[in-house]
Structures are given as structure tokens and as C-alpha cells.
């Protein structure tokens, strides 16, 4: 919930200060480029249980058509969690960040409206480390390669600046531990509640 109020607070008033362009709102066309991202945190708490996490995904695509977009992207998540032991008195703390690079697609059905349903498709690389101060915790790295399918529409508020959002996704991925003898695990999901919505903002040049 904190996640999805700071994103929303975020949108608003950088939506507020552009709004005060006098430029009529519009959408995409053909060799149009664009930039967009995603910043979100989030903070978890459940008796002597913390956990903070951050993510920072942007983005950058060109429409090859009227109606199709292809791009690149990066992405970075960390998440920081505390578990103190009451009756020790320790407290434990396990690290994890994540790096991905990786490509996407969009088919946009209304490019030119200010308002626009798009389905994306992309794959990524990524690569997850986690480290531990418990003794009975092994530090590990973690890669990933990941192809995820996501619908999502975007807003023009200005001729340059629309509001965006995606909602569920269907996700296939494999990943191995980076250790010898590790075998590759593959896993196939499919998401469409309310948790899995992600806002953004487009800037189109």
C-alpha cells in the first residue's frame, strides 16, 4: 500500500507542474520516440520482522510503425530485511539486489488518442545477489532470463507527457544458481489481481 500511495503522490505533482504547458494534449505516431521508468518503494513490518525495498526500471523505445513500438530496458531492485531474535538478542539482516537489461515490444490498438490500450511483450536478463550475516545462510547469486507478456494503457496529459500503467502479467522464466553442478529451475505464471499494478510516466520527444 505504501508502494502504490508513493507512486501515485509521485505521478501527481509531476503531473501538476506540466499540466501548466498550453499545448493540447495527443498521442503517438510513427517515429515518434520516447522515455518512460518507474520508481517505487516499499516498507513491510511484522512484529520483529522489517523489510525495505526500492526499484528504479526506465525505459526507452521508437515507434517503427504506426502502431508498434520496440525499446530497451534497465531495472534495479534492492531490498534491505531485519529479523531480530528476541530471545538472543541478534538481529539478522539479509541483502538482495537484482540488475536486468533487457528488450520489449508494444502493439498499441489507439496510438494516436490520448488514451491508448497497449499490449507489451519483453525479455530480460537478470542477475540476483543476496547476502546474509546468519551462520546458517550461504550468500548465492541468482541468474534469470525472463519473457513476460503485460497489457497496460497510457494517458496524454500534455502533447509530451502521458500517464502509464500495467496490470498482471504472464511470465515464463528459468533460473540457475550460479554455483557448479546447479541445475535450471523453469517456472510458468500468471497474474491478474490488483497487487501486480505498476504506474509510470512516458516524456515524448
Not at 498550453?22 to 513491510?44: M, N
Amino acid at each position: 500500500m505504501k508502494k502504490l500511495l508513493f507512486s501515485l503522490s509521485t505521478l501527481l505533482c509531476i503531473t501538476v507542474a506540466f499540466a501548466q504547458e498550453t499545448e493540447p494534449a495527443s498521442g503517438f505516431l510513427k517515429g515518434d520516440a520516447f522515455i518512460s521508468g518507474t520508481v517505487g518503494f516499499g516498507t513491510q513490518k511484522t512484529g520483529d520482522y522489517k523489510a525495505n525495498q526500492f526499484t528504479v526500471a526506465p525505459k526507452a523505445g521508437y515507434f517503427v510503425s504506426e502502431n508498434i513500438a520496440l525499446g530497451v530496458g534497465l531495472g534495479y531492485r534492492s531490498q534491505k530485511s531485519d529479523q531480530t531474535d528476541s530471545f538472543l538478542g541478534t538481529t539478522y539482516e539479509t541483502k538482495t539486489s537484482t540488475f536486468e537489461a533487457g528488450v520489449f515490444g508494444r502493439y498499441y490498438f489507439t496510438p494516436a488518442s490520448n488514451f491508448s490500450i497497449f499490449t507489451e511483450l519483453s525479455a530480460a536478463y537478470a542477475t540476483t545477489k543476496q547476502e546474509s550475516n546468519m551462520d546458517w545462510a550461504t550468500d548465492f547469486t541468482v541468474n534469470a532470463f525472463d519473457v513476460e507478456f503485460a497489457p497496460g494503457f497510457n494517458y496524454f496529459v500534455t502533447r509530451h507527457l502521458a500517464l502509464e500503467a500495467t496490470f498482471g502479467f504472464i511470465n515464463y522464466s528459468t533460473r540457475k544458481l550460479d554455483i557448479d553442478g546447479a541445475e535450471t529451475t523453469n517456472a510458468f505464471n500468471v497474474s491478474l489481481d490488483l497487487a501486480n499494478i505498476n504506474f509510470g510516466i512516458i516524456y515524448k520527444f
